[in-house]
């Protein structure tokens, strides 16, 4: 079974522009989340989305947005580009089991550099 | 709240045991987990725990769980070269499906 798939793997984005990355999930599986990852806030959550719709929320500004579609693809999407958001955003998919996300596999993310 | 904590760097020689630990505050995490992030890769799930269990076995994995002091250590036996890698432990609270995660301990496998 192919694991969870990102792209693109990497990008270089310049301060204000937008960027928008996608996640496909493992076959199955309907729940993804999106995190960021930095060095010095470490591992963050971003959202979750369940059937098309945001289930959970983290501690990040509106211009983080995201969306599900039907085929349980992901697309997380960044306006107004900041220093401070470059970053590894990793996706992760899973399961949901007794509406849980217990199991979560991410994928290899898409290492973000704003200039 | 979340807070999860680890310790920063270990060393190990090929072949020992490396012990990594993590501490948590909160005790309404259901499950516990370790994942595996080696050099520009994603992160890997190595197991997980259950919070009423205290502890779980997967082959070179042992997980050790001490709800009381709020302790997750994860054991690995035989450690190998390609063990080498920054590890993770992260909980579920109950209700809530985000992976709170704590900064990482680099382990480094010396030959």
């Known amino acids: 079974k192919a694991g969870v798939t990102q792209t693109p793997r990497y990008l270089i984005k310049t301060r204000g522009q937008q960027v928008t990355l996608s996640c496909s999930p493992i076959s199955g599986h309907r729940s993804v989340s999106w995190y960021q990852q930095t060095p010095g806030q470490g591992l963050q959550f971003l959202f979750e989305?369940?059937?098309?719709?945001?289930?959970n929320k983290g501690n990040f500004p509106g211009r983080f947005s995201g969306r599900q579609f039907s085929n349980s693809r992901s697309e997380m999407n960044v306006s107004t580009l900041e220093l401070g958001d470059s970053a590894l955003y990793l996706c992760?998919?899973?399961?949901?089991?007794?509406?849980?996300?217990?199991?979560?596999?991410f994928g290899p993310g898409t290492r973000l550099t704003v200039t | 709240g979340e807070d999860v904590e680890q310790s920063l760097f270990l060393s190990v020689r090929e072949g020992d045991s490396s012990v990594i630990n993590c501490t948590y505050t909160d005790s309404s995490s259901t499950y516990l987990y370790w994942y595996k992030q080696e050099p520009g890769a994603g992160l890997q799930l190595l197991t997980y725990?259950?919070?009423?269990?205290d502890m779980k076995q997967d082959q070179r994995l042992t997980v050790l769980l001490n709800k009381k002091d709020k302790h997750l250590s994860l054991r690995i036996a035989d450690t190998q070269t390609g063990d080498s890698a920054i590890y993770f432990c992260?909980?579920?609270?109950?209700?809530?499906?985000?992976?709170?995660f704590g900064k990482g301990n680099q382990v480094v496998v010396i030959p």
């Open positions: 725990i259950f919070s009423n269990m």
């Open positions: 992760a998919s899973s399961l949901v089991l007794g509406g849980y996300s217990y199991e979560q596999y």
């Open positions: 992260a909980e579920i609270l109950y209700g809530n499906n985000r992976l709170a």
């Open positions: 989305y369940f059937s098309e719709t945001q289930r």
